[in-house]
Nanobody
């Protein structure tokens, strides 16, 4: 059974940092892409950052380039999202997701069949 467990969300002031973790199990980690997506109430879920566990290639949305960094520890089957210089508009529920994409960091949400439960990130101004 595929499981994705997020942790690390919380409340932070604007300009601060948080690190999200996604612990994965139930599949061959190296054969998958892992992504972070976010969604606010009433809005579409959007891809934030995605990584290929096989070759480490990454994708970052324009809105987070230079501020967020996605990384993977294949020995621990865990993906991290380091979020720096946080802004109030980064406030969302952040979801970890997995897709059977070998060697690709494609970040389209429709390609990701497995999802975690989400973790709330709130950035105060």
């Amino acid at each position: 059974e595929v499981q994705l467990v997020e942790s690390g969300g919380g409340l932070v002031q604007a300009g601060g940092s948080l690190r999200l973790s996604c612990a994965a199990s139930g599949f061959t980690f190296d054969d998958y892409a892992i992504g972070w997506f976010r969604q606010a109430p009433g809005k579409e879920r959007e891809g934030v950052s995605c990584i290929s566990s096989n070759d480490g290639s990454t994708y970052n949305a324009d809105s987070v380039k230079g501020r967020f960094t996605i990384s993977s520890d294949n020995a621990k089957n865990t993906v991290y999202l380091q979020m720096n210089s946080l802004k109030p508009e980064d406030t969302d529920v952040y979801y970890c997701a997995a897709a059977p994409q070998y060697g690709s960091s494609w970040c389209g949400k429709h390609e990701y069949p497995y999802w975690g439960q989400g973790t709330q990130v709130t950035v105060s101004s």
